[in-house]
């Protein structure tokens, strides 16, 4: 019986439909989970999608962390349960304080959406344990909102505790200044995701479930969502939250 | 009767104010059986025989288009076109215009533009999969066009990015003749499963009129008739207030809400609101049905007191849907608009008398109004749509034209084009760098393009490629306008749009389903800018006729027109095509080294239109080239059958900037160069920059060569052999009598030559756009 993996759909949510299809391919049960619920329907791990949860005209993220389904999703990640929040889904994780951080306007101040390369810092987590090698990978970014900013002495931390997942990253492998057009959005320390420092809950701005086939240009993103699902399948199977801790 | 008209009127009488003319107020009374209409009825007929709504000029000239064909499942006169692919499958696509709206306020004109394009979609119960934007713009070095350029990208990117809807295609173009108004054409692509079709229809009297979507507020009052259909000086801030505001997320809950409607079998009927607002929605559905309607204007959520009954019935406040449901169904639809967060109400009930009637006060549980109710209006609905007004205009040629000589009619000299000095080299440089044909990379990267997981091809590098989930197919979509021909010879420029983005769709293996068209023109009681429009008419319906396509829907949009006047005639096209088998699908881009280059077709003389003209500027002496139509048929035939048998590695249509454009195109987005030598009959520059249609480039493996050229022969296709894919440089040798001899008579020290490197052609490709916008240095 394959693991039943949740997807937070608040009325904004867009990417929901390819978090359903990469989760499909990575051998998961999507289960949409409707923004009113207050539980997650017994999930063994949550993926908040892509696309403006109610409208996110105040600022990304802000009114969704009020929503039911965020209260139960912060009481499953307070338990060691796996979340993942991609884009939209990110924001509304910081804003939710579940991660470090905060995602500031793009430095270009437009919307941005192509292709870039984002280098996994660690293959020993639950978002990133199925990933081959620690080879850039290559998936798209939509986002207005994706400059990642922590203050200084944050950023320290974050980089101490193992807390990068990974980094915007040029042709050549070397992480992307804010300012070159490797780094989309102007993100500090060319940071593109974070974990919580319990490791078992995670954001980034990229898209790996959109990037889940060759057939649309790329299908480095679904190790990232394969990896989900293999913590998730394994968190279920022993009955207890996998051992990642902060290193 | 007549009253004695008062020697001096101190104010122009109301119709007047509305835009209606003296002769269509006569229709009017006419068609209330001689009555007056009162100050509500004017007003909505003042919007619904709006050019926008009733096309009322072009109405005698639609109607001689190709619309039928076995796949057609729904044609024009419903919100889109509906093309059955097969599964239970079906394609819904439109293209509309926001031109006006636009060039008052851009960013609100291009989102709402996107906005009404979608309604009209997911109103057939189609799920919207895919975006295209085709842009005009008049000079991109202009303050206020890099204003326009700037609000409208970020307006159609700021709607689709949040609807969760990728824009994967379109077109960018700059020409002065737009600078006061300039064109945003948007078409929409849907997919839906045949049995959901929904149409915009009002059966069976009893039916309850649900109103749900956005309250109803002043925005967008007269946005059809006084904006849409009339010329404008532009930015003047009196018509900001007819300009529509979108929300996005609004339309976000009303797409996801009327599929589940849809899917669940809640709705007889569904109409977007756009143009018109609750007048067209309700007139429109009843009208279609053979039936009537009361609407009971109390019922009618409102966004602020105050408002009179006119503005209600016509504001155009955008995110607004009307279903026809049961009334046993009324609770179970209530039910997901709540869920959806989406205000709702019944606002009236069909009747069977064939009129819109409006009351004030009330209506029963019977659907019958209230005692002390009273009516505002009562208009039969035939009157407001098919049965408004038509006029046949007066279409007259210019007294100056030079026509495209007809096919086989012997070719003109072409030696008076001015070539001398010019470097082929440098030409396609600064060709494959100009701001309408390098990369439109600055536009698209503000646009999602790959959200919903389906976008195998994204924006640009020729057609678009969507995978249909769950099926091997694919669809292709492309936009594409003729406007540089168009103004020389506006038959040629229509039909020419129809065989290159039929051409488009067609090298990438897929077989063209159908067309929309969206016809952007002048004011029409100009007989001159008529003449243009039913020029455009007659190439589009000749064109579609010669490759067995329907137009199943679009727009037009008149009046584009300002103080400096008028746009270039633009027809754009869009057309969809079917993949049995997206995996199978061929690209633009060269593949693999050693590869053989071929191209089928030949070049015809005559550069007008083209960018190496306006580069050269030559367009006053020059005609266009011809359009062989029973060619193009040919050609797109043997291109299908080409990829079909496998024996084609890349195909790239030749098109704006022509053949040496194509070549580099190919070479760009590979990466991997060309040594080849072109035979020239005629001169350089009309065998590497002229825009002649019907031709390809393809390349294939050299065991499979053979078979190609044999196989163009077979479709009486001319085919040479240009050389082969390989090295870092697109070298082009120029041979043959017309090479040689023209370099000499001119005494140019310039071989005749193109050798450029790849890199240099990818940088000035890279960066053209962006530059010509002043957005980079």
Known sequence: MSVRIGVAIFPGSNRDVDAVNALTLAGAEPVELWHERADLDGVAGVVIPGGFAYGDYLRAGVIARFSPIMRAVAAFAAEGGLVLGICNGFQVLTEAHLLPGALLRNRGLRFVSRFVEIRPERLDTPFTLALPDGRPLRVPVAHGEGCFYADEPDLDRLERDGQVLFR?????????????????????RSIAGVLNAGGNVAGLMPHPETASEAILGSADGLGVIRSLVESAARRQGSGTPVEVGAR | MTAPAPPEAPVEPPHRRLGLTDEELEAIRDRLGGREPNPLELAMFSVMWSEHCSYKSSRPLLRTL??????????????????????????????????????????????????????????????????????????????????????????????????????????LVFDPSYQANPLVNVMAIGILEERHLTLARAPTPGNLVVLFGSATGRDGIGGASVLASATFADSDPSKRPSVQVGDPFAEKLLIEASLELIETGLVEGLQDLGAGGITCGTSETADRAGTGMLVDLDA???????????????????ERMVAIVRPER???????????????AVIGRVTDDGHLVVVEGGLGSDGRPLAGAHELARIPAAALTSDAIVHHRLATPPARRRPAPAPGEPEEPAERLPERGMDPGAVLLALVGSPDLSSRRWVHEQYDSHVRADTVVGPGHGAAVLRIKGTTKGLVA????????????????????????????????????????????????????FWQLAEAVRGLGDACRALGLPVTGGNVSLYNESPTGAIAPTPEVGVVGLLADVERRVGPAFVTE?????????????????????????????????????????????????IDR??????????????????????????????????????????????????????????????????????????EALGVVGGDRLAIELTGEGATGAAEERGSRVADAVDVPIADLAHAWDHGLARALGEEG
């Open chain 1, 168 to 188: 915007y990253v040029d042709d050549a492998g070397r992480a992307a200044a804010p300012g070159s057009r490797a780094n989309p959005n102007g993100s500090l």
């Open chain 2, 478 to 529: 492309t936009a594409d306008g003729q406007a540089g021909v168009s103004r020389f010879d506006p038959y040629l420029g229509a039909a020419m749009s129809v065989a290159e983005a039929t051409r488009n769709v067609v090298v990438t293996g897929a077989r063209p389903l159908g067309v929309t068209d969206c016809l952007n023109y002048g004011d029409p009681t100009r007989p001159e800018a």
């Open chain 2, 66 to 171: 190709p619309t039928g064909g076995p796949d057609v499942v729904a044609g024009p006169g419903e919100n889109a076109g509906v093309i059955s692919i097969g599964d239970g499958l079906a394609v819904a696509f439109k293209i509309e215009s926001h031109n006006h709206p636009s060039a008052v306020e851009p960013y609100q004109g291009a989102a709402t533009g996107v906005g009404g394009i979608l309604r009209d979609i997911f109103t057939m119960g189609a799920r919207p999969i895919a975006i295209l934007d085709a842009l005009r713009f008049g000079d991109p070095g202009d303050a206020r066009t890099r204003h326009l350029v700037d609000g409208v990208v970020r307006g159609v990117g700021g709607y689709g990015n949040c609807v969760g809807v990728p824009t994967v295609g379109g077109e």
């Open chain 2, 646 to 719: 496998g024996l084609v590695a890349s195909a790239q249509d030749v098109a704006g900037g022509g053949l040496a454009v194509a070549l580099a195109e190919a070479a760009i987005w590979s990466g991997i160069g060309a040594r080849l030598r072109l035979g020239i009959r005629s001169s350089p520059a009309v065998e590497l920059f002229g825009e002649s249609p019907s031709r390809v480039v393809l390349s294939s493996t050299p065991r499979h060569a053979p078979a190609l050229e044999l196989l163009a022969r077979q479709h009486g296709l001319p085919v």
């Open chain 2, 594 to 642: 050693g590869d053989s280059v071929l191209l089928v077709g030949e070049a015809s003389p005559g550069l007008a239109g083209s960018a190496y003209a306006a580069l050269a500027g030559l367009d006053a002496d020059d005609r266009p080239p011809a359009l062989d139509l029973d060619r193009e048929r040919r050609l797109q035939a043997f291109a299908l059958e080409a």
């Open chain 2, 300 to 318: 009618i959520p409102r966004r602020e007191p105050g408002m009179e009954p006119f503005e209600v019935m016509i504001s155009e406040s955008q």
């Open chain 2, 330 to 344: 009324a609770a179970a639809v209530r039910a997901v608009c709540e869920r959806w967060g989406l205000p709702v």
